[in-house]
């Protein structure tokens, strides 16, 4: 067996470990957040660039994984947002004017380029040594934990098996793809897919509302998704390269990738239609309970051009709700709209005000929404992205 090396990097990483584990918990989030953690890794990575193996970043078939890695990641994108019509969405904890998006992109974003680039550096720093990688992976795993939070679920067994199963497996999950990933193509490639991943997460204005268990689930999936897609296109370059298949079938990736692009951007609610699934039978026989209505989101221009008769989305009390306008009216300034389903008797009990109308609708699919329906069903969700009669 190898023997282990070490130097000044992982000292001050152990350092910092031990201190994150037994003393974060002492100081102030914000001052933790904004100061001591960034430039820790700072210094870190500053550290491992002066500590780096002359020859990392030398990498062969580094195009391929890079674009594996892209395709891979959108992929899980789409399925992480499809997710929503099953369990339902609700609304990003992150606020999206620039200065809002600017912090957290220094708080999140930027701790992560450093966390990369210094395992990308301590990785390669013995990449050949087992023993080396896997107590490395380990410290990784370590660092990203949020020790505040794990110690203030320590009094309640059931809280501590949540927060493993939705935060900690997909940590060592994550770490572990993360350092396959540094080995055969260094930290550009692990920030790849993280970053893309993160930023999604920060600019998206709606996110699937899942349950702990699903979290923990979804978390799982992507790491998992990357290493088969490398594996598979490791595998599929084998046999192309005993086959002689012509490179010009690569090219079959680009409408691929602007589908995947495309759908992603509906999903998350970047264009100007977005899904919505059908809970109730309030609008039968015009769309029923489990379909799909895709609708316009509503701007100041567009509040103003609807009439009697539209169909529009609007939430409610956390819900959101698909029903007919009958009536609609103007009090101090603010437009009003009498809302009703069409198989329902009475008049939907509260008007609607303009700042509650979130889109009109455009067209609906038979059917597809009855997954969402089922599982809503099933976990009773309190906030989901469905209409309700």
Same mark, same amino acid.
């Given at each position: 067996?190898?023997?282990v090396?070490y130097?000044?990097?992982?000292?001050?990483?152990?350092m910092? +470990?031990?201190?994150?584990?037994?003393?974060?918990?002492y100081?102030?989030?914000?001052?933790?957040?904004?100061?001591?953690?960034?430039?820790?890794l700072?210094i870190?990575?500053?550290? $491992?660039? /002066?500590?780096r193996n002359?020859?990392? *970043?030398?990498?062969?078939?580094r195009? %391929?994984?890079?674009?594996?890695?892209?395709i891979a990641?959108?992929?899980y994108?789409?399925?992480?947002f +499809? $997710? *929503? +019509?099953?369990f339902?969405?609700?609304?990003t904890?992150?606020?999206?004017? @620039?200065?809002s998006?600017?912090?957290?992109?220094?708080?999140?974003?930027l701790? !992560?380029?450093?966390?990369?680039?210094?395992?990308?550096?301590?990785?390669?720093?013995?990449?050949?040594?087992?023993?080396?990688?896997? @107590?490395?992976?380990?410290l990784?795993i370590?660092?990203e934990?949020n020790?505040?939070?794990?110690?203030?679920?320590?009094g309640?067994i059931e809280?501590?098996?949540?927060?493993?199963?939705?935060?900690?497996?997909?940590?060592?999950?994550?770490?572990?793809?993360?350092?396959?990933?540094?080995?055969i193509?260094?930290?550009?490639?692990v920030?790849?897919?993280?970053?893309?991943v993160?930023f999604?997460?920060? @600019?998206?204005? !709606?996110f699937?509302?899942? =349950?702990?268990?699903?979290?923990?689930v979804?978390? !799982?999936?992507?790491?998992?998704?990357?290493?088969?897609?490398?594996?598979?296109?490791?595998n599929?370059?084998?046999?192309?390269?005993?086959?002689?298949?012509?490179k010009?079938?690569?090219?079959?990736?680009i409408?691929?990738?602007i589908l995947? @692009?495309?759908?992603?951007?509906?999903?998350t *609610?970047?264009?100007?239609?977005?899904?919505i699934?059908?809970?109730?039978?309030?609008?039968?026989?015009y769309?029923?309970?489990g379909?799909?209505?895709?609708y316009?989101?509503?701007?100041?221009d567009?509040?103003k051009k609807?009439?009697?008769g539209?169909?529009?989305? #609007?939430?409610?009390e956390?819900?959101?709700i698909v029903h007919?306008?009958? %009536?609609?009216?103007?009090?101090?300034g603010?437009?009003?709209?009498v809302?009703?389903?069409?198989?329902?008797? %009475?008049? =939907?009990?509260?008007p609607?005000?303009?700042?509650n109308?979130?889109?009109? #609708?455009?067209f609906?699919?038979?059917?597809?929404g009855?997954?969402?329906v089922?599982?809503?069903? /099933?976990?009773?969700?309190q906030t989901?992205?469905?209409? !309700?009669?």
């Amino acid at each position: 067996m190898k023997k282990v090396k070490y130097s000044a990097v992982h000292i001050v990483l152990i350092m910092y +470990l031990l201190f994150s584990m037994f003393y974060s918990k002492y100081i102030d989030l914000v001052i933790y957040s904004y100061y001591i953690n960034p430039l820790v890794l700072l210094i870190l990575a500053c550290i $491992s660039h /002066l500590e780096r193996n002359e020859s990392t *970043g030398r990498f062969i078939n580094r195009k %391929d994984n890079y674009k594996t890695v892209i395709i891979a990641t959108l992929f899980y994108i789409i399925i992480y947002f +499809l $997710s *929503g +019509l099953l369990f339902g969405f609700s609304r990003t904890i992150y606020s999206h004017d @620039i200065l809002s998006l600017l912090i957290n992109i220094y708080q999140i974003i930027l701790p !992560i380029v450093f966390i990369e680039y210094i395992r990308g550096n301590v990785i390669n720093y013995d990449s050949d040594n087992s023993l080396y990688v896997i @107590i490395c992976t380990i410290l990784f795993i370590l660092l990203e934990i949020n020790y505040p939070r794990l110690y203030s679920d320590f009094g309640n067994i059931e809280k501590l098996f949540q927060y493993i199963s939705a935060f900690v497996l997909p940590i060592i999950f994550g770490n572990v793809l993360y350092t396959n990933l540094t080995r055969i193509g260094g930290y550009k490639l692990v920030l790849i897919y993280r970053v893309i991943v993160q930023f999604i997460y920060l @600019i998206t204005p !709606i996110f699937p509302a899942h =349950d702990w268990f699903v979290q923990g689930v979804f978390g !799982i999936l992507a790491p998992s998704i990357i290493y088969l897609s490398l594996k598979f296109e490791l595998n599929k370059k084998i046999l192309r390269e005993k086959k002689e298949i012509k490179k010009a079938k690569s090219k079959l990736y680009i409408p691929f990738i602007i589908l995947i @692009i495309i759908f992603t951007l509906f999903m998350t *609610g970047f264009l100007s239609a977005s899904p919505i699934a059908i809970l109730s039978d309030s609008m039968s026989p015009y769309f029923s309970r489990g379909d799909v209505v895709v609708y316009q989101k509503i701007n100041d221009d567009t509040l103003k051009k609807i009439e009697k008769g539209n169909i529009i989305v #609007y939430s409610k009390e956390k819900q959101y709700i698909v029903h007919r306008v009958i %009536d609609k009216y103007e009090k101090n300034g603010k437009l009003y709209f009498v809302t009703k389903g069409d198989a329902n008797n %009475d008049k =939907d009990f509260d008007p609607v005000e303009e700042k509650n109308v979130l889109g009109k #609708y455009i067209f609906h699919v038979k059917y597809i929404g009855f997954p969402a329906v089922w599982l809503n069903e /099933l976990y009773r969700k309190q906030t989901p992205l469905v209409e !309700i009669k």
